[in-house]
């Protein structure tokens, strides 16, 4: 009961801080109003398109809660992208304000710096006529031009000069709108850029842009002559003789453990490149050079790489250890059994050579989970328990418990059902009467 009720008010305290999180990004950042759409399309998406029973009140609002963030962060991410999508809201939830004509009178590019977002802007002065009457006004940062990168003199003054260029032609082809309340002329506001697209004015814009062609470049240097060799192994007939088979896969599995290990290399030194780049330009753009500055950046670099290697080195120990074990596996395989696990591969779909959840041998069969490797002799298998994984909108996974007469348990994890049934029979080929009890199927 103690730590039933520990472990509710730590969901309590979870969920209490996530709604302050929450509150503030939405309260801060962006407008109220991407928070009502969310809402109101992660309804639509949870009770239209991911309907489901039995799931409870708490559930469903977990459900819905999960979906209305991601839809949030897709619709912000988006309107910091679109102008024209961000006047035709304000223009929605203003419905009583009358749009006009005006002149721009007065604007003059700035810098934004310091910590956080870094960006060009512009202030704009602008009037407009209402009855007779002129206003005069000035619409802050109207403009905006953002770099998140650390950035030389040269490129602040490119980036106000790309600010003023979009003003001006704003200015030229008459493409800024002006609003203003009828009940108070004097209350008004400015789009000065209506275009559909433009990337430089979000500021998410650097980021996407350089930490998405770094993973996508390492994702194809790495995948792409691994997807080529499995297309080539999923093409072997079965007139291939078992001991080509069996060359061939090792040799697949080789390969994808190579470019599994080079793409995290590569990944590594793109990080460590990319921010040594940027220090290299900050330090440049100075006019006197500091060594000071120059061991702080190898420092930072340093630390950076110490961190990326506790994280990435036992991610690659595991997945070499899991391959390297496989392939052990595939090389004392007898006839029979490379004959069942060439059965397992035509049953089950994949893009290129893998480790498989089980492996069934003449008188074993060995499991290779994620962290760990095993061999349970069919005839100490006393039961073997399946359990299948349903979760939100995620891929259906199934667990298979191994228990022995000596109570000892071993799982793997599997993910379709072609593999469980592949399982089952042949653990009832190989151990007749073992008790299969199957959970939430």
Same mark, same amino acid.
């Given at each position: 009961? /103690?730590?039933?009720?520990?472990?509710?008010?730590?969901?309590?305290?979870?969920?209490? $801080?996530?709604?302050?999180?929450?509150?503030?990004?939405? #309260?801060?950042?962006?407008?109220?109003?991407?928070?009502?759409?969310?809402?109101?399309?992660?309804?639509?998406?949870?009770?239209?398109?991911?309907?489901?029973?039995?799931?409870?009140? %708490?559930?469903?609002?977990?459900?819905?809660?999960?979906?209305?963030?991601?839809?949030?962060?897709?619709?912000?991410?988006?309107?910091?992208?679109?102008?024209?999508?961000?006047?035709?809201?304000?223009?929605?939830?203003?419905?009583?304000? %009358?749009?006009?004509?005006?002149?721009?009178?007065?604007?003059?590019?700035?810098?934004?710096?310091?910590? +956080? =977002?870094?960006?060009?802007?512009?202030?704009?002065?602008?009037?407009?006529?209402?009855?007779?009457?002129?206003?005069?006004?000035?619409?802050?940062?109207?403009?905006?031009?953002? =770099?998140?990168?650390?950035?030389?003199?040269?490129?602040?003054?490119?980036?106000?000069?790309?600010?003023?260029? &979009?003003?001006?032609?704003?200015?030229?082809?008459?493409?800024?709108?002006?609003? /203003?309340?009828? +009940?108070?002329?004097?209350?008004?506001?400015?789009?000065?850029?209506?275009?559909?697209?433009? &990337?430089?004015?979000?500021?998410?814009?650097?980021?996407?842009?350089?930490?998405?062609?770094?993973?996508?470049?390492?994702? &194809?240097?790495?995948?792409?002559?691994?997807?080529?060799?499995?297309?080539?192994?999923?093409?072997?007939?079965?007139?291939?003789?078992?001991?080509?088979?069996?060359?061939?896969?090792?040799?697949?599995?080789?390969?994808?453990?190579?470019?599994?290990?080079?793409?995290?290399?590569?990944?590594?030194?793109?990080?460590?490149?990319?921010?040594?780049?940027?220090?290299?330009?900050?330090?440049?753009?100075?006019?006197?050079?500091?060594?000071?500055?120059?061991?702080?950046?190898?420092?930072?670099?340093? *630390?950076?790489?110490?961190?990326?290697?506790?994280?990435?080195?036992?991610? *690659?120990?595991?997945?070499?250890?899991?391959?390297?074990?496989?392939?052990?596996?595939?090389?004392?395989?007898?006839?029979? =059994? &490379?004959?069942?696990?060439?059965?397992?591969?035509?049953?089950?779909?994949?893009?290129?050579?893998?480790?498989?959840?089980?492996?069934?041998? %003449?008188?074993?069969?060995?499991?290779?989970?994620? #962290?760990?490797?095993?061999?349970?002799?069919?005839?100490?298998?006393?039961?073997?328990?399946?359990?299948?994984? %349903?979760?939100?909108?995620?891929?259906?996974?199934?667990?298979?418990?191994?228990?022995?007469? =000596?109570?000892?348990?071993?799982?793997?994890?599997? $993910?379709?059902?072609?593999?469980?049934?592949?399982?089952?029979?042949?653990?009832?080929?190989?151990?007749? +009467?073992?008790?299969?009890?199957?959970?939430?199927?």
């Amino acid at each position: 009961m /103690y730590n039933m009720r520990k472990n509710g008010i730590a969901e309590f305290m979870g969920y209490m $801080g996530f709604a302050a999180f929450a509150a503030a990004i939405l #309260f801060l950042l962006n407008p109220y109003q991407y928070a009502i759409y969310a809402f109101v399309l992660g309804i639509f998406i949870k009770f239209i398109f991911l309907r489901s029973n039995n799931n409870g009140i %708490k559930n469903t609002l977990k459900q819905l809660l999960i979906i209305s963030t991601l839809v949030y962060a897709v619709l912000a991410t988006s309107f910091s992208f679109l102008p024209w999508l961000q006047m035709k809201d304000f223009s929605l939830w203003h419905a009583g304000w %009358k749009q006009t004509t005006g002149t721009i009178t007065k604007y003059e590019a700035d810098w934004k710096g310091g910590r +956080g =977002s870094k960006y060009a802007y512009s202030d704009i002065r602008y009037q407009y006529r209402v009855n007779g009457t002129i206003y005069q006004t000035t619409q802050e940062k109207a403009i905006k031009v953002y =770099s998140l990168l650390w950035i030389t003199d040269a490129r602040k003054k490119a980036l106000k000069q790309e600010a003023e260029t &979009l003003i001006k032609k704003a200015i030229i082809q008459n493409k800024y709108a002006i609003f /203003y309340q009828p +009940g108070q002329p004097g209350k008004s506001r400015l789009f000065a850029d209506t275009s559909f697209v433009r &990337l430089s004015g979000s500021a998410l814009y650097d980021l996407f842009l350089v930490f998405g062609v770094i993973i996508i470049s390492t994702l &194809l240097i790495a995948i792409m002559p691994a997807m080529a060799a499995g297309k080539r192994a999923s093409r072997a007939r079965p007139e291939v003789p078992p001991e080509v088979f069996r060359a061939k896969e090792i040799a697949n599995i080789r390969r994808l453990r190579f470019f599994i290990i080079a793409f995290f290399i590569t990944l590594d030194c793109a990080i460590i490149l990319f921010f040594g780049i940027q220090f290299f330009i900050v330090n440049s753009s100075r006019r006197v050079p500091d060594d000071a500055f120059l061991s702080t950046s190898a420092s930072v670099l340093m *630390m950076l790489q110490l961190l990326l290697a506790l994280f990435l080195a036992p991610v *690659m120990i595991i997945i070499h250890k899991r391959l390297t074990r496989f392939i052990g596996i595939l090389r004392r395989l007898d006839i029979e =059994s &490379l004959h069942l696990y060439r059965n397992y591969v035509r049953l089950t779909p994949r893009i290129f050579a893998v480790a498989p959840p089980f492996v069934f041998e %003449k008188a074993a069969v060995s499991l290779l989970p994620n #962290f760990s490797f095993s061999t349970i002799p069919y005839n100490e298998i006393a039961s073997v328990n399946i359990r299948q994984y %349903k979760p939100f909108r995620g891929p259906i996974t199934y667990t298979l418990e191994f228990t022995t007469y =000596s109570s000892k348990t071993r799982k793997t994890n599997a $993910g379709t059902y072609a593999q469980i049934q592949f399982a089952i029979e042949q653990l009832c080929e190989k151990q007749p +009467g073992i008790q299969v009890i199957q959970e939430n199927f």
